[in-house]
């Protein structure tokens, strides 16, 4: 009796009935088969479910993204930490601080780009599963140009990863950074 009159609350945005009610409950059993709302009500209804979609949405994929950035940063940080001495021998050997920058942006965005291609084609072949499994229900698509946008995203992420070890690479001198290894 509980469940159905949450459900019939749920429906129809009727206030659920209490268990002291039964016999209020049970004279409106009969006219609970079939409601009838306005395509304004059911639109209204549909907007407050879909806002509240769009800001779990949103709130996975900022987590997602700061994941993602947070992982490329420690990479590159424990990357270009190891390899202090040999950026101070390069920096020694005339390299600028523009090129060490550039190169670690380069590795980088080299990683973002594996990351990025492979998520590419994990999302692509899930699509293909997921229509394949559920070919009623499901026509999921997914474009080659949404596929590219995700890969300059996952790029563009990477290199922001790759901004901080790269700057925090070259503010030493060479000599300090050779003495280091």
């Not at 159905?4 to 749920?10: D, E, Y």
């Not at 129809?12 to 395509?39: H, R």
């Not at 973002?112 to 072949?125: D, I, N, Q, S, Y």
């Amino acid at each position: 009796q509980l469940l159905t009159n949450l459900a019939k609350s749920f429906i129809g945005g009727a206030k659920p009935k209490a268990d002291g009610d039964a016999e209020t409950a049970e004279s409106t059993d009969d006219d609970a088969g079939l409601q009838v709302q306005s395509a304004m009500e059911m639109g209204a209804r549909i907007q407050e479910f879909s806002a509240d979609l769009d800001i779990f949405l949103v709130l996975m994929n900022s987590i997602g993204i700061g994941t993602a950035l947070l992982s490329i940063l420690n990479t590159m940080l424990m990357s270009v930490s190891e390899r202090l001495t040999e950026f101070g021998v390069l920096r020694a050997n005339g390299w600028s601080a523009g090129n060490i920058v550039h190169l670690i942006l380069a590795e980088s965005a080299v990683l973002g780009v594996c990351g990025g291609t492979l998520g590419c084609v994990l999302g692509w072949a899930g699509t293909l599963a997921l229509n394949a499994t559920f070919p009623a229900e499901l026509d999921l698509y997914a474009s080659p140009t949404l596929l590219l946008y995700s890969l300059l995203f996952s790029t563009a992420l990477g290199m922001l990863g790759g901004l901080y070890p790269a700057i925090w690479s070259v503010r030493r001198s060479p000599m300090e950074a050779i003495r280091r290894g």
